[in-house]
């Protein structure tokens, strides 16, 4: 079972969490009750589920799509590693993924 590794916005906290493959990194957060909005549910409209991958971690991952960098682009806290959680599907591959919580985030459904 992979696990992956979600860090508090500020640092100071770190979870280590069990994953099922085929789960999304947001589907991980809200079964460990990690603060992850999520206002779309995965449907790729409100970049809530912002998180920001560790640089060692992220060439693990596929590359994002055409329509996650344009949401991407909208968030608040954005970096170079940032990505949706909602587009991040757990395989054994990304066991020990950490990702870190956005210092905030702007649903932009509601913009
Ligand atoms: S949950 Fe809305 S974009 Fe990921």
Redesign the pocket.
Known sequence: MPKIVFISADGRERREVKAREGQ?V?DVAHAHGID???????????????VIVAEADYHRLPVPSEE?ED?LDLVCDLTTTSR????IVITEALDGLTVRLPRGTN???LD
């Open positions: 999304s947001l992850m909005e999520g206002a779309c549910e995965g449907s790729m409209a409100c970049s809530t589920c912002h996650e949401l949706l959680g909602c587009q649903n932009v459904l």
